[in-house]
């Protein structure tokens, strides 16, 4: 049974930073591809960041790049986002996927099979 949990969310001003966790079993973390993805209420699911199995290759969504930072410690079976000057349009649920279909990973929500139950991110003043 594949299984990721997500934590690590809550509510900041704009700003300031958090680091989201998703935790995973069920899989083998050396042959999986990670993502994290967010959705606000009444929008599409869309892409935040995402690793490759090994993390030799990362993707950034434009909104995401040069803020946030994706990695991964296989060891603990941990994938991290660590987000730094949040803003509120940032608020959402975020989301975190793996892949093990592919040999390179596709970034955008249809194509991931696992995700986890979502943590929530507000950002406000």
């Known amino acids: 049974q594949v299984q990721l949990v997500e934590s690590g969310g809550g509510s900041v001003q704009p700003g300031e930073s958090l680091t989201l966790s998703c935790v995973v079993s069920?899989?083998?973390?050396?042959?999986?591809?990670i993502g994290w993805f967010r959705q606000v209420p009444g929008k599409e699911r869309e892409e935040v960041a995402c690793?490759?199995?090994?993390?030799?290759?990362?993707y950034y969504a434009r909104s995401a790049e040069g803020r946030f930072t994706i990695s991964r410690d296989n060891a603990k079976s941990t994938v991290y986002l660590q987000m730094n000057s949040l803003q509120p349009e940032d608020t959402a649920t975020y989301y975190c996927?793996?892949?093990?279909?592919?040999?390179?990973?596709?970034?955008?929500?249809?194509?991931?099979?696992?995700w986890g139950q979502g943590t929530q991110v507000t950002v406000s003043s």
């Open positions: 690793i490759s199995k090994t993390s030799l290759n990362t």
């Open positions: 069920g899989i083998g973390m050396d042959d999986s591809h």
């Open positions: 996927a793996a892949d093990q279909r592919r040999s390179v990973y596709v970034c955008l929500a249809q194509f991931w099979d696992s």
